[in-house]
């Protein structure tokens, strides 16, 4: 996952911005590729109900475990790089070849999909390493399985199946759909340690302007970083609007699958991605406010630049003209009207004593205008 | 509650800004955890019909007075920092684990869910004291019993205690509705102080603009103030938004909690809240006005300083080239050709006077352009 | 009605920005307190049907005309100055509390409640004589009458008197809601010759604008005219979107009390409020547009005092330059390499020489360039 | 239609501003008062049915043609400056008096209106002469009439009357509601050229600042010219809006008054109308953006003033102090210690040398920066 | 298809600029025009059903091949230059006359209509080559064929034939609404790689500011590029929204022409371009940022050029009036007062000491203020 560094610092740039589908137009419905950078699957079985509980990890696709009646299966495919993998578990679970070709191009945005027996979700799972990068999650959830397939290792999952070890918690007692909203919370919740790193680099930038109206001069222009943080919280608050409609279509969906109790629960996710929508857009607020900050001390400090040099060529031209003034060789030898100062007695004082007039009197002008206050 | 004090003077930032859960995604729901911070839990129950009010201060949790037939029975829970405690009052309302998360965890949004036999409400209450501060009052309405939840100690519900007391008010005749609605009510409208404190800066900035502009100097830059400002009233006004949807969502509610005597008073409450989402816009249409005034101020001053610059330079930089020119050594002994003026008779009262009209003329071209005006 | 005048000129202050209620919260409902500045109140009764009309100007409020079948009563109340008298009345028409709250609160928005048997609606009459300033009217409009509450003594309502003293007029032939809609159109109306003086305002400036531009100088910078027109504009516009909802939702409600008459009526009253938006916005508009014209001019005006500066400095740097290398003292009697054109025949005139061809130059590469002309 | 002409080139600010109603507040409903910049009416009738037509110019109001049974009438009257006239149509029609008070007061907005057993829809036609002019066009169409009321003498429905003369064409078999529509249709295809009109001047001034770009001085500011077009085009964008959400009612509508096969046609409208909010828009959005670009230009060649005054300070300043400091008149005869330079033999080629070297590396130093591109 | 080079190198305007329509006001509806610029047409039919498939390239149009049962014809006509032809075309397939008028005005928006018993969808097929062009696409879809219009020749249609040759394709065994998904899931994935093409632009002049910011200098102003590229990506976002919109409606629409196969396909087209509006935006946005980050290190420069000009001018104003001050010519015979120091020993030394105090005291002033760092 070799990325170049921009000069511009935006390193993760092929990143936060939106993928583009590489599709050659015109290809029939269903086919896909297989990415070059995706990882080998490897598929991860847990079977329980309230008394029992299985676990298969690294399976052989071949020899699958059956599903088995009033039992739970969790099938957790991790990688996308195997074609015949994919279409062989496809098939079993009998998914629909627009939805598989959706798993494999991983540029979906969040959606909801229902289908007859079973329904398909696409969610993204944020991670803040050397930028924003946004795993595809796919999960597709039927009475009795919920099938969930990621593109690369991770443990995002690690606390759902420590939590399935436990008899006595509600997730061994309730079905598949209660399983896939405690992935789905999981994952919705994984976006607050990230907008709490964003918060963080505002607080900084923030600190840093703090710093420097305090006189103190700015090491480096957060513009620059703002660019960068107001490119990457857009794509934050797109995901938040997009898991907010997502979990609200699951919410409102009527098909047996979803039980009350996960729809009670589900409502709490939706809390969730509002508080979500919330936070991203008080970042981007935010961001926009120190950008306007930034350059409004850009121009402060343009301005007491200004003021420095008007102040210097206004106190220093006249004097340097009476120095010029006194400089001229007009020939005194010719009239008593040339330059009779120069042959005055206390000449050279008065000139002094103009030029100190002529400076006190330009600085008090300044003070007066309140221009000699450094900030 | 010590918060590190920006240099920015952006006291209160960690209050004014969105708070970002503090979650382990991945948790189990329903289970929460105590902040360090929280104050321990003070039980206050008072239970009333229009015959008589009984108030214990200060109750022990294991013997909260039992509810009666006939009578509502209103406890305010102060201080979340017992986790055993909210555990046993949750258990004798009956309320559900995800609500009793919420109330935990103090970083909900304005909310309203209705559950079978009851509701569940989450408000903010303003204060501002040395910054923007929101505490989470959350409140539980059912048929018979009112239950507020408040993070601090503080006294904003006294008035309706007071009103409790006096066996003619309807508070004491109607049922628990009306009592939340009074509570609502009592929250609603301790936005108004609030927002009447930023409009009061904002009063306060256009006063020192208005001196700024009729020719005194600024005493120092607002755009900082306005900077912080811009970033709480955006908060007031998403409070005012959430507080309008959800005494909506109260309204619009078809359960039988709510009788249609409390519905007409909601109403009213839902009256104030568009008034506060007026309020709260109109203080950001200002803050966003006063903006753009100072930074057209910074710039009108960037043009004076500019001007007179322009002018000094303008009117000198022409006489010190005379002065230079006659300041040359050209050797008149050579030719009559080198410098006659030095030898004319009346050579520098001629330089003076053409100094003299340079730089008469120069004001005058000054004076036509507009440019000798200070302001 | 004593207001301080700003500044800034925005003189009218507190009355362009929303109004703050003046609460305590936790206060009951339908609890309220008369304002020190409230005027004290005169009742005026009419009584008419198609064939007769009876007026009581002043009535004693302890003897109002008793309401009679087959005729419809207008009562109208100046000023709120008296708790009494305001309570009086509110008992006799059977008015709720809390509408009764806000007629004497004067801050409320223009809007529309229903009670069971008549409908209450409260509009805004605006002025401009020093300043904007909305007085509250109150209208209660009941089967057989029809009652106002005005803040102030004023007459808009005189035409609709003299309307009803026509026994021709429709007005006299239908009920208490055709008198209502004359009574909303009057107050709707009246915000078009407000309009237009803002219309009229922004004229004048761009007016200002157009000589600036055609090269006289300005007399005085409009940003700040347009910083007070700009808030009092967004006022106006959201009573107009205020009135717009208001008349909408008296349309659409369907009690009896409201004829399908005067409903037509009320959809013509409806086009002005759209109307009154449209020039509310376009008056908004101009304002935008105005203000960033004049930040252009003061920018080209900034960019002409550069190159003014620029010129000048260009032309006699230079100049100076070769003077005060000519007035160097290198001694020519320790070799003929020390300035040999100080001792050349022509050495004075070659220096004027080259001073001018060096100002002619410069001057060619600033018309070159397009600086030389003035705008 | 004398205008003003205004300095900043705003020649028919009175057009392209919205009209604003002089309205009296108080005045009954249905009066209206005759404009006295309002022509002299001229009635022109057409009576036509698949078989024959009848064509009545300039009829006498006191002698209209009757209707007649299975032929439609379009009566087309130009000019609104006789209320007896209006008034006697009026009554024939049977028409509404707000309806025709609407007709004259010419400052409505496009609006559809519904009566019984007729339909009301105003319009507005749109000419750039010397300026955007919008001229108000009314239609009522009844089961066998079409009224057409315009306010100045043009000949916007000549190809109409063509249309008509063909006993082949669909509109001589057709009802009153195609006829209609035919004069809808025309009315907002007559956007289309106007609108052309501004997107030619945008691509003119887009044009002169490519020119400008190129290195051609500016030969003038385009952001007045663009402030003009600006407020024009929301003018038209505005009109298109609701034009289109007039067409949308039009086929909305439920009345027996328009046939499925009109309807199928106002659908083609509706298209036109989508187009032109289409481009109305479009056209905003490039004003926009070349008033940015604009601004940006005004930005760039103030860098570049800057820049040049920079190079030239740059370098003749120290070129001048050098010289300065060798004019200095420091007694070498008192020590040798005082200006020994002056009495070295390659005293002046040094000091020359210096200078040399000194403007050479500024220029070097400039070069490096990328400051001695001219653009 | 010759276009004029634009000297802003906004070369492609013609086309990106929403084409306007060339109405004459007033003309009966389905009379059209042929292009002079239009190709002349040449019209290619497939016949197939799942067992056998025909292809007649070029037909003659008076010979074209029946339709015949149980087989879907697909007509694809590319090149809109003869009327004849069209007219016939529309004859045989009983085209309404509003939308083979539409089919040739190549100027239409994406639309969607519904026929009684075909539909018809306007789709634009875009491609960049010297800049944006967007083709117009005209799909007629009844119940056994599929008419297609083209303006120019292309070959975008040709995966789609390659599929038809393919006796196990889904595309050989659906019906005639499954060819008119394929077509149109070619054209709307065609936006991808065009989109594309716009994201490595800005991706280019993102990199170029980025080396702008690390001290290169830039080797162009990119702000006339992102004028450029922000109006073509207006045009797409308008594309992608009118797609979108289409392909809801085609999905919404209840005839019996499209299967349910058929809209769970055309379900997944929706979501591409939900992800084109995605796209689009974000291009948005970054055109956006990317132009104000140009406007800052724009504003950076200024103050660096400034900067160097204070320091420059600051540090040689002092050091210059020193020298003038001893080069003025008091007689120092006249008395002692007179310029003492040019009589001083070390009066030489003494002067340049002082002035390199003085500019030491000045760099060490700006060091402090930070002044000094080159960027």
């Known amino acids: 996952m070799a990325r170049r560094r921009s000069n511009l610092g935006i390193k993760s740039r092929t990143f936060a911005r939106q993928k583009i589908r590489k599709v050659t137009p015109g290809n029939p419905p269903g086919e896909f590729k297989i990415s070059d950078l995706a990882e080998q699957p490897v598929v991860d079985v847990i079977q ?11 399976c052989d696709v071949d ?3 059956k599903q088995r009646a009033e039992t739970v299966t969790w099938m957790n495919i991790i990688g996308l790089g195997n074609k015949e993998v994919i279409l062989k578990i496809a098939t079993q679970f009998g998914l629909h070849e627009l939805a598989v070709e959706d798993v494999v191009n991983t540029h979906q ?3 909801f999909e229902e289908y007859v027996d079973h329904f398909y979700t696409v969610l993204r799972l944020p991670s803040h390493v050397d930028g924003l990068y946004r795993e595809q999650i796919s999960i597709f959830v039927g009475k009795d399985y919920v099938l969930t397939w990621q593109e690369h290792s991770g443990d995002c999952f690690q606390p759902i199946r420590e939590r399935l070890k436990s008899t006595k ?16 919370d999981t994952i919705v919740d994984s976006y607050f340690p990230v907008l709490e790193h964003y918060t963080g680099k505002l607080d900084q930038i923030e600190d840093e302007l703090g710093d420097e109206e305090n006189g103190d001069s700015l090491k480096h222009n957060p513009i620059v970083d703002l660019y960068r943080l107001r490119s990457e919280v857009r794509v934050l608050r797109r995901d938040a609007w997009a898991h907010r409609e997502l979990v609200r279509s699951l919410i409102a969906n009527e098909s ?12 709490d996710v939706l809390d969730h991605t509002h508080h ?7 970042c981007r607020d935010s961001c926009n406010d120190l950008h306007d900050l930034c350059f409004t001390f850009m121009s402060m400090r343009m301005n007491e630049v200004m003021k420095v040099l008007t102040i210097i060529a206004t106190i220093f031209m006249p004097l340097s003209f009476i120095a010029g003034l006194y400089g001229m060789n007009f020939d005194s030898s010719v009239s008593g009207w040339n330059m009779p100062e120069t042959r005055w007695y206390f000449g050279y004082p008065f000139a002094l004593l103009l030029m100190l007039t002529i400076s006190v009197s330009m600085l008090m002008f300044f003070k007066q ?5 450094t900030r």
């Open 369 to 373: 205008r309140g221009w000699m206050k």
């Open 109 to 111: 945005r969040p959606k």
């Open 256 to 267: 047996n699958v979803i039980t009350d109790e996960t729809r009670l629960h589900l409502r």
């Open 63 to 65: 020899h699958l475990p």
């Open 48 to 58: 329980f109900n309230s008394d029992e509980l299985n676990h298969w990890a690294n």
């Open 276 to 282: 979500l929508v919330d936070l991203a857009e008080a």
């Open 169 to 184: 918690r509600m997730i061994r007692k309730l079905g598949s759909d209660f399983l896939a909203y405690a992935l789905i």
